[in-house]
């Protein structure tokens, strides 16, 4: 398995920045949003050191799971948890409570998979609630440029991990992950809000 450094996080981050500084005035035409957070600016060794925790077992196992977008409540940026404070969101216990079943018990998760969100970005609206994915304008020129970096840095995990299956998390992140034409078998699932019981669709 390849050095985080090869995962492309530095560049990432930049070019998310980038995004974001070429379109300050757009802003507005987002709906909902009326803010972003990039978790990666001012959490990038965190993000790196996450990904360093790539499990490298066999190919024929591994398993890539991928969620949406952080939560604004957890704004380091990794998936549905917090590890400075050692918390998941609301979302992530039931979420984790159906992996542990799925992979009969946490260790065997920990060995085969790798949980990611598909964009590192936090979208907020003017109370600072959360503005899912979903939500935002897609044709805008922010959100497609945003949105084209996202797909690079997903083929370029799933070049290195080449896992045997991918886990999508919500009906967006799977249409984002199909529209990728990988070839590697998918398996949709609901995204595990606290009013949706998470399972296989």
Known sequence: MQAPSKFGLTRYNDGLQSSLQRFPGTRTDLRRCTEIWNPLRSNLDLHQRYYGRMPSSDEKSRTLLVAMNPCPDLPLGIP????????????????????????????????????????????????????????????????KDIFHQCDNHLKQVIGTFQPCRIICIGDFAYKRVRSLKTGIELVPIRHPSPLTRCRVS
């Open 80 to 143: 549905f948890y917090c590890p400075e404070k050692n918390l998941l969101c609301q979302s992530g216990i039931p979420l984790f409570n159906y992996l542990d079943q799925l992979f009969f018990g946490g260790q065997q998760f920990l060995d085969q998979c790798f949980l990611m969100n598909y964009c590192p970005l936090i979208f907020v609206d003017h109370k600072g609630a959360n503005v899912s994915l979903g939500q935002l304008p897609m044709r805008h020129p922010l959100i």
